[in-house]
Every structure is written in structure tokens, then in C-alpha cells.
């Protein structure tokens, strides 16, 4: 039911079907109402004076209405009050939401949060890294990885993979065999044939392979995930990819509900497989709901 409050002056301080454009309410509005945002049949309920929406919150203006969204350092309770009075302080310090250094103290405020010092500690920034503490500022090489870099910076430890400069004579060669120039360090290709350098990839029979100084290391080459029912890996690919023909499949997202009446009205379950009534090489499978058959050649050559 719409409802239109005027004051006794003509100003309109509130209209409850704001974009519907009642005809009552149209009629009362006068141009006064500008003053509140009233545009085009829409009015700015976040307009000065006209919504009052919690300390806690800030107030959106939608096309025929509003509300009030929390601030940043609140979040809503779940009882989600029009105007923001769920609005409820979010604890930076408890939830871990905070960017305070190591040897500081974090102190949740209404809002927000503080970082401080320990009553008569002198805060620095350093790190505690593996039970070690490090200075701010300082830099430091892995223990176990001789290749990565690490840095303390405000009490966060940062570390990133050595960056190789060729042109530096004293590199690592171990975290850098791309700079390795000696012929020594060369690795002859599987077909006996092609010669890579130090740090240079290939990939060999669906294997990523490298140089390191001189031997050949090679891993599986990775693959997309397949997110489909029916895959195939074609001759001379190394990853699958999706096919929509369930008998071009080779590799099947088995769905047990779905079964497959042969042709002597027996149900067959999927992944099931048998051989065709009144043939001796033809072999039918059930994938998915789906009946493939195939003939096998070595079968008649056998007959």
C-alpha cells in the first residue's frame, strides 16, 4: 500500500513507493522535493537529511530504493538491519587480518586496528625465520634451497627464486646452468643427434626435459585438468581433451545411474562389455547410457 507523508510546508520528507510513480504520490510531490534527490521518478534516498544510515554504515542509492552497507573494518552480524545498526566491528587482530610486524602488538579498535610497541621494547621489524631472528633490511640464502633469496622487510620475510645475470662471473652456476659456458656442460638429445647447453628444455616422448651441466633431467610433462564426461589422448599428443562422441573415447567419467539395454533386452551397466548376440568378433561396451561396438581384426583372422 503506498503511502505519501508531506509536511505542513509542502516539503516531502518521505515516500514510501519511490519508483513505482503512484499517481497519489505524484501528485503531492511539489518541486520542492528536488531537494531530496527526486529525479525522473527515482529518488537519492542517500541525499543530505533524507536517510540516516548507522555511524557503522554507509548509505548506496538503488533505482527505487537503498541501503546501508557496512564500512570497511565492520561486517554485518546476519540479522542485516536496514539501516546498518547490524553493522558489528570485525577484529583484525583476532581473525589475523592485520599487517603487524612480528615484534609488535596488535590492538583491535572500532573500525580498525593499531600496531604498538611492547611497553619499553624498542620495535624494529625483524623477523623470526626457522627459529633465527633477522634484522630488518637484512638478506639472507635458503638452507636447503641454495637458489632462493630471501629478505626481511617491516617483519615479513620475503624470498623469490635467485635472479641469474650471465654477465656476473661469480654466478651460481648450480641455480643458473643457462650461464654455464663450458662444453662440458652440453647435453647430447635422446635421438643422439641435437646438442642443448646447459639450462636449455626440450620436450621428449610427453616429458619436459633439461640441461643441468651436462645431464639430462626429465618429468612428466603436466596437463590441463579434463572437466568432461568423454576424453580422448590422440596419436602422437600428450594431453586428452574432451569429445562429444562417447565411442571416439578413450577415457570415460563413469556414471554408475546410467545403464544400456543390449540388443536381447538385457541391461548392462556402464563400463560393461560383451560380445555381440550372433557374432563372434564384434565386442559392444556400455558408456554411460551409450552402446559402442567394434569389430575385432585379429579375432577374424583367428576364425
Given amino acids: 500500500m503506498s503511502s505519501c507523508l508531506v509536511t505542513e510546508a509542502g516539503n516531502v520528507i518521505q515516500v514510501s513507493e519511490t519508483y513505482r510513480k503512484e499517481p497519489s504520490c505524484l501528485g503531492k510531490l511539489e518541486p520542492s522535493a528536488m531537494a531530496y534527490g527526486y529525479q525522473d521518478g527515482n529518488i537519492d534516498e542517500c541525499s543530505d537529511g533524507f536517510v540516516q544510515c548507522d555511524s557503522r554504515a554507509n548509505c548506496i542509492n538503488l533505482p527505487g530504493w537503498y541501503h546501508c552497507e557496512c564500512r570497511d573494518g565492520y561486517h554485518d552480524n ?6 546498518g545498526e547490524s553493522c558489528e566491528d570485525i577484529d583484525e587482530c583476532g581473525t589475523g587480518r592485520h599487517s603487524c610486524a612480528n615484534d609488535t602488538i596488535c590492538f583491535n579498535l572500532d573500525g580498525g586496528y593499531d600496531c604498538r610497541c611492547p611497553h619499553g621494547k624498542n620495535c624494529t621489524g625483524d623477523c623470526i625465520h626457522d627459529g633465527k631472528v633477522k634484522h630488518n ?77 651436462g645431464e639430462v633431467d626429465c618429468w612428466p610433462l603436466p596437463c590441463p585438468d579434463v572437466e568432461c564426461e568423454f576424453s580422448i589422448l590422440p596419436e602422437n599428443e600428450c594431453c586428452p581433451h574432451c569429445v562429444t562422441d562417447p565411442c571416439q573415447a578413450d577415457t570415460i567419467r563413469n556414471d554408475i545411474t546410467k545403464t544400456c539395454l543390449d540388443e536381447m533386452n538385457v541391461v548392462r551397466f556402464t563400463g560393461s562389455s560383451w560380445i555381440k548376440h550372433g557374432t563372434e568378433c564384434t565386442l559392444c561396451q556400455c558408456k554411460n547410457g551409450h552402446i559402442c561396438c567394434s569389430v575385432d581384426p585379429q579375432c577374424l583372422q583367428e576364425l
Avoid: A, K
Fill in 78 to 83: 546476519g540479522m542485516f538491519s536496514p539501516s
Fill in 137 to 213: 633490511g637484512q638478506i639472507w640464502v635458503l638452507e636447503n634451497d641454495r637458489c632462493s633469496v630471501c629478505s626481511c622487510q617491516n617483519g615479513f620475510v620475503m624470498c623469490r627464486r635467485m635472479v641469474c645475470d650471465c654477465e656476473n662471473p661469480t654466478v651460481d652456476l648450480f641455480c643458473c646452468p643457462e650461464c654455464d659456458p663450458r662444453l662440458s656442460s652440453q647435453c647430447l638429445h635422446q635421438n643422439g643427434e641435437t646438442l642443448y647447453n646447459s639450462g636449455d628444455t626440450w620436450v621428449q616422448n610427453c616429458q619436459q626435459c633439461r640441461c643441468l651441466q
